[in-house]
C-alpha cells in the first residue's frame, strides 16, 4: 500500500536531513574548544579526560573532521534553521506530494506545516537529524489526516439500530464494502442487517444478497426497480424488530449532479434517517475520488468516507487529502477482494506505514 510515495518520502528525509547537516555543520565553523563535554566519547566510545583548562593540545584541534561534528556536535546542539536551509527539500517534498495524487491545498498545508516547524526555530536535533525530519513530517501528515472514526466505539455509544447508508458513484466497491463492513461488525461482536437498497443496477440486489448469504447476513429486499426508500425503511424495521444493532444500506452508485438519483437519495434519508452518511470512492481514483467526496459531501452532506481498493493505489494521495478536504474522517480502507480486506482508519498507523516507526 502507497509503496511510490512511501519511498519517494525516505529519498526526501535523506535530503532534509542532508541539508539540515550541512545548516548545522556551517553554523559548528567555531573553535574545538566548544566542543561539549563528553563529545568525543559519542564518537569514538570512549571518554577522555576533560581538559585541565580552556587550552585544547594542537592534536586534538586537528581531529574534529566535519563528519564528526555533525554526528557528535550537532545531536547536542540547538540548531537555528532559515528558509534557504530547507528550501530545495521543501520544494522536492511539494513536488513528490502532487505527483502522488496529494491534493493541492493539503501539499500547501503539510509544506506549511514542515515550514513553520523548522524555519527560524531553535531545534535540538536529538538522536538523529533523521529523527528531527521524520517527527517533523509525521506531525505534518497527522495534522492533515485528523482523527480518523472508531466505528465499533461509535455504535456502542449511539442508540439501536445505527443506521448506515452507503453512498458513492458506480463501479467503485460500495456493494463489496456494505458486506466487508457486515463481516467486520459481526466479528466485533454486532449485530447486522442490510438493506439491498440498490434496486436499479440489474443484479444488484443478487449481488449484495450472495454476499450476505455467504457472511450469514440476513438481507431486506424489494424486486428490482422497487423504490429504495421502502426497502431501507424495511430493513430498519426489522432492525428494530430483530433487536439488531446496526443496518448497512447498499444503494445505487450515483454521481452528486444528476439531480433525479440526488432527490432519490434525498427521499431515502427523510425515510431511513441515517445516523451515519457513508461516502464511498475508490482511493486508486486519486485526486478524482477527493474532489467527488468534496462535491458529494456539498451536496447531500457526508459523515464519512470508505476509500477502496488502498491495495492497489501506490500513491495514497486520495488517502492523505480527502479527511482534509472534505472535513470528514476515512472510516475505512479498502485492501483487497475479501471479506477480511478492510482496514479501519487511523491515521498514526497510516502514517507509521508511510514513515517506519511509531507515531
Ligand atoms: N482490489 C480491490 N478490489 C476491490 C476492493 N473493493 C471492491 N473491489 C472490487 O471492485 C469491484 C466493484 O465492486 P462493487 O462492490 O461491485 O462496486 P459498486 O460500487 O457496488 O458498484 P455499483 O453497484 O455499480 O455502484 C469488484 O470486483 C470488487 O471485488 C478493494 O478494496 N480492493
Do not use: W
Request: proline share 4%; charged share 25%; hydrophobic share 40%.
Amino acid at each position: 500500500m502507497f509503496d511510490s510515495l512511501k519511498k519517494k518520502l525516505q529519498n526526501i528525509r535523506t535530503k532534509f536531513a542532508s541539508n539540515i547537516e550541512e545548516a548545522a555543520g556551517a553554523e559548528l565553523e567555531q573553535p574545538v574548544t566548544e566542543l561539549p563535554e563528553g563529545a568525543e566519547a559519542v564518537e569514538s566510545g570512549v571518554t577522555p579526560a576533560p581538559p585541565v583548562s580552556g587550552e585544547v593540545p594542537e592534536k586534538e584541534r586537528e581531529k574534529p573532521t566535519f563528519f564528526k561534528k555533525v554526528k557528535v556536535l550537532v545531536q547536542e546542539r540547538e540548531v537555528l534553521l532559515r528558509e534557504k536551509d530547507i528550501e530545495e527539500p521543501l520544494f522536492e517534498l511539494e513536488m513528490v506530494l502532487l505527483e502522488n495524487d496529494v491534493a493541492l491545498p493539503v501539499t500547501d498545508e503539510i509544506i506549511g506545516r514542515m515550514r513553520k516547524d523548522l524555519v527560524g526555530q531553535q531545534r535540538k536535533i536529538g538522536s538523529s537529524v533523521d529523527d528531527l525530519v521524520a517527527s517533523t513530517l509525521r506531525s505534518a501528515l497527522c495534522g492533515v489526516l485528523g482523527e480518523g472514526l472508531d466505528l465499533s466505539h461509535y455504535i456502542r455509544e449511539h442508540e439501536r439500530p445505527v443506521k448506515i447508508l452507503f453512498t458513492g458513484v458506480n463501479g467503485t466497491g460500495k456493494t463489496t464494502t456494505v458486506a466487508k463492513v457486515g463481516h467486520y461488525l459481526q466479528k466485533n461482536g454486532f449485530t447486522v442487517v442490510i438493506g439491498a437498497g440498490d434496486t436499479f443496477r440489474a443484479g444488484a440486489i443478487e449481488q449484495i444478497r450472495t454476499h450476505a448469504d455467504r457472511l450469514g447476513i440476513k438481507t431486506i429486499q424489494h424486486q428490482a426497480g422497487a423504490d429504495p426508500s421502502a426497502v431501507l425503511f424495511d430493513a430498519v424495521q426489522y432492525a428494530k424488530a430483530h433487536d439488531i444493532d446496526v443496518v448497512l444500506a447498499d444503494t445505487a452508485g450515483r454521481f452528486h449532479n444528476r439531480a433525479n438519483l440526488m432527490n432519490q437519495l434525498d427521499k431515502i434519508r427523510r425515510v431511513m434517517k441515517p445516523d451515519l452518511v457513508v461516502y464511498v470512492d475508490e482511493a486508486v481514483a486519486g485526486n478524482d475520488a477527493v474532489i467527488r467526496a468534496d462535491e458529494f459531501n456539498k451536496a447531500v452532506g457526508t459523515d464519512a468516507v470508505v476509500l477502496t481498493k488502498a491495495d492497489m493505489d501506490p500513491k495514497g494521495g486520495a488517502a492523505i487529502s480527502v479527511a482534509h478536504t472534505v472535513g470528514k474522517p476515512i472510516l475505512f480502507l479498502g485492501t483487497g477482494q475479501g471479506y477480511d480486506d478492510i482496514m479501519p482508519f487511523q491515521p498514526r498507523a497510516v502514517v507509521n506505514e508511510l514513515l517506519g516507526g511509531e507515531a
